[in-house]
């Protein structure tokens, strides 16, 4: 039994064609509003690639670019098609193209649900790739006179105080790297050698942080220096004091900001992916409905239209027989070219008589 067997009249047989042209074209814009979203994406990681340790983060604004590539062309040429169906002398070309064209729509639409996926499952891949790239970052933001290395400290500065963040995980990343350059260290100073010499690899540690993880809608002055001394300050307590300095890390804000913009692309995506789920029932329904027509010269006759020919159980169960038979046949004619090569590389034995 056909699943979704439904009868058309001529006069539904171009409604339906009139409603997928239509649908068509709007699924031509969701193409364009899916590659423009990959696009926004993609300058967004690269604006912020310098603290990213891979490229693979871009595996979803590319994905995203090439389904709205794929969905522009794909509709554009199903809404020829519908256009087409309306006339039987222009239809016949489109006629032999059409079920591959409905299995490549499949195909297309399987893709878009795994894209969908990726968006929703990137947030372990991303979190990794920004805490090594932070890590590596804060390294090098002391090289302001390295080249290649210069722009870091000002990178830095700008997330810190775009994100409202501080620090990997936390202010107290910055106490275990040397963040001041050697440039403005003052090495006769009693306290600056003796920083150096207590420190095992020769670095200048404090327990102070850079300027852009000062909080300024704390009503005190920042206290970025020395902020594990409550004696050099007044009326200040460290495991108290509600510090103000930032207390988010980068990486969780990051994390937040690129996770809720994929996540929001992922559910577009999805309502994209039903959309188009329903344009190629359509168009399944349109083509049967018009194959089926008992006698082509007459196009006001009654046909049928159905979306499986069988239904979903037997047709599942025709795929893994012809399946079977394709893997079957493979084997054979894999056996059948070992056989062939090992009597090829025989020599026939010569007797001689004497």
């Known amino acids: 039994m056909a699943l979704l067997k439904v009868k058309f009249s001529q006069k539904k047989r171009v409604k339906l064609a009139q409603g997928l042209w239509l649908m068509n074209w709007f699924s031509v814009f969701a193409g364009i509003l899916v590659f423009s979203m990959g696009l926004f994406l993609k300058i967004e990681l690269r604006k912020r690639s310098e603290v ?14 090439l389904m709205g590539i794929l969905s522009c062309a794909f509709n554009g040429f199903a809404g020829k098609i519908c256009y087409d169906s309306l006339d039987p002398a222009k239809f016949a070309k489109w006629k032999p193209l059409l079920r591959p064209y409905l299995a490549l729509c499949f195909l297309f639409n399987i893709l878009i649900f795994f894209v969908a996926l990726i968006c929703f499952l990137m947030r372990g891949s991303l979190e990794s790739t920004l805490a090594q790239g932070l890590k590596n970052g804060m390294k ?7 080249p290649g290395r210069c722009f870091m400290k000002k990178t830095i500065d700008m997330l810190q105080i775009e994100f409202k963040c501080c620090g990997n995980n936390g202010f107290k990343d910055w106490f275990e790297i040397q963040w001041i350059s050697n440039r403005y260290l003052d090495f006769s100073s009693k306290e600056v050698k003796d920083r150096i010499k207590s420190n095992v690899d020769g670095r200048y540690l404090v327990d102070g942080v850079p300027f852009s993880c000062c909080n300024p809608s704390s009503p005190r002055p920042c206290i970025q220096y020395q902020v594990t001394n409550n004696s050099a300050h007044y009326s200040y307590d460290y495991q108290t ?9 980068c990486r969780e804000a990051l994390l937040h900001y690129y996770s809720s ?43 049928e239209g159905w979306i499986l020919e069988n239904s979903l159980k037997d047709t599942m169960k025709s795929a893994l027989e012809s399946l079977k038979k394709l893997g079957k046949f493979n084997q054979v004619e894999a056996e059948a070219e070992g056989a062939g090569g090992e009597e090829g590389g025989k020599t026939p034995a010569i007797t001689t008589v004497s």
């Open 52 to 65: 990213m340790d891979n490229s693979e983060s871009h595996l979803v604004p590319n994905s995203l670019i």
């Open 140 to 146: 090098f933001y002391r090289d302001t006179d390295t």
């Open 241 to 249: 004091e509600e510090l103000n300095l930032w207390r988010r890390g």
């Open 261 to 303: 913009m994929m996540s929001s692309m992922g559910a577009v995506v999805l309502l994209v992916w039903l959309f188009e789920m329903s344009v190629t029932a359509g168009l399944r329904l349109l083509h049967t409905s018009l194959e089926s027509i008992p006698n082509p010269e007459d196009p006001e006759c009654e046909s």
